[in-house]
């Protein structure tokens, strides 16, 4: 009876050896594959970091646009443009903006009105003036210190697109 149960355990592990070896084999293949395929960081791809604009649409955001641009400004550190877009305001926006230290477009069209419309002419204006890449921040937010480094930071291991978290 002593002599069984080895032989039973052997048994069993060698069942469940012969089971598990399809799984083992493709987790070595895709460990592999990944090892050998990954993305590897070009010297390159840093240097043509594109230059970064940051467009902020704003329509009647007095009381929130200066924290909004103090928060990117002290993100950006420099190594992006802060664009804010006064879009149809009746309010300081405009110069609350410009007084927090971004560069401000007052674009009043009255047939222009949404989102989308500050949007457009934001981005041309970016382009225009030699942008290789648009972040867009609401006007009502405030960003991480480190969002722009590191968009900027994906940039430069070779992304095409970016995109953040919304809390």
């Known amino acids: 009876?002593?002599?069984?149960?080895?032989?039973?355990?052997?048994?069993?592990?060698?069942?469940?050896?012969?089971?598990?070896?399809?799984?083992?084999?493709?987790?070595?293949?895709?460990?592999?594959?990944?090892?050998?395929?990954?993305?590897?960081?070009?010297?390159?791809?840093?240097?043509?970091?594109?230059?970064?604009?940051?467009v902020v649409p704003a329509h009647n955001e007095e009381g929130l646009i200066a924290e909004c641009v103090a928060s990117l400004l002290a993100s950006a550190k420099g190594d992006a443009r802060v664009l804010v877009i006064a879009h149809n305001c009746g309010d300081g926006t405009a110069a609350n903006a410009s007084r927090a230290g971004a560069n401000v477009l007052v674009y009043d069209d009255a047939s222009a009105k949404g989102k989308g419309h500050a949007l457009r002419f934001g981005f041309e204006k970016a382009l225009a003036d030699g942008a290789g890449a648009v972040l867009v921040v609401d006007a009502d937010s405030t960003v991480s210190e480190n969002l722009i480094p590191m968009v900027l930071r994906n940039f430069a291991e070779g992304a095409t697109a970016v995109q953040c978290r919304y809390e």
């Open 1 to 54: 009876m002593n002599t069984m149960i080895p032989m039973i355990l052997n048994t069993l592990g060698a069942i469940l050896t012969a089971m598990t070896l399809p799984l083992v084999l493709e987790l070595l293949l895709v460990t592999s594959a990944f090892l050998i395929l990954r993305r590897k960081k070009r010297p390159e791809a840093i240097a043509a970091t594109p230059q970064l604009t940051v």
